[in-house]
């Protein structure tokens, strides 16, 4: 089972996305999902990452302030909104199921049930 993420795209430097995470074919109120990015030459990178219940987050430095995850269990869903956005945002952004470990380890080893991701593109 994967996941499915929608809503990049191209921005201008300093604009917004909000980008989905959904999943259709298992319940995600039961587990830890966080955001990953990659972005062409690079490592995968852990962005954000949120509890099943949402009472907790974490956020990568290079985020903090300027993203917010959340989710939406009746709708399966979760969410990050991504504001004041940098050329440096730009990368393949993922989302996946944490499976062991805690949310703030942000080690892709330890996630599974990834998504096919969604470009986001953050040009003038």
């Known amino acids: 089972s994967q996941l499915v993420e929608s809503g990049g795209g191209l921005v201008q430097p300093g604009g917004s996305l909000r980008l989905s995470c959904a999943a259709s074919?298992?319940?995600?109120?039961?587990?830890?999902i966080g955001w990953f990015r990659q972005a062409p030459g690079k490592e995968r990178e852990g962005v954000s990452c949120i509890s099943s219940n949402g009472d907790r987050t974490y956020y990568a430095d290079e985020v903090k302030g300027r993203f917010t995850i959340s989710r939406d269990n009746a709708k399966n869903t979760v969410y990050l909104q991504m504001k004041n956005l940098k050329p440096e945002d730009t990368a393949m952004y993922y989302c996946?199921?944490?499976?062991?470990?805690?949310?703030?380890?942000?080690?892709?080893?330890?996630?599974?049930?990834w998504g096919q991701g969604t470009q986001v593109t953050v040009s003038a």
């Open positions: 074919e298992f319940t995600l109120e039961y587990f830890a």
């Open positions: 996946a199921v944490l499976v062991v470990g805690t949310i703030t380890s942000m080690n892709p080893t330890d996630f599974g049930s």
